[in-house]
């Protein structure tokens, strides 16, 4: 019986295995983070976009009805 928890040794892959399940579900997160700020920036962008294509339509449409 192991009277402090340092003598309980953990086997080299069994480490190796941990540190790889670590990396793999960090590189998740930062790709999930990344993908998340990504499509709020392009729905922002687009929304903003089809904002200033719908002002310059209608305008246009409001002139084009008043000249005639």
Same mark, same amino acid.
């Given at each position: 019986m192991p009277l402090? *928890? =340092?003598e309980i040794l953990i086997s080299p892959e069994f480490s $190796? /295995? !941990? *540190?790889?399940t670590y990396e !793999? /579900?960090?590189i998740f997160k930062v790709f999930y983070i990344v993908s998340f700020e990504t $499509? =709020? +920036?392009l729905t922002i962008s687009f929304t903003f976009f089809g904002f200033i294509v719908f002002i310059r339509v209608f305008?246009? +449409?409001r002139i084009f009805n008043a000249k005639m």
């Open positions: 402090f *928890f =340092s $190796v /295995q !941990i *540190f790889r !793999i /579900q960090r $499509v =709020s +920036a305008c246009n +449409a």
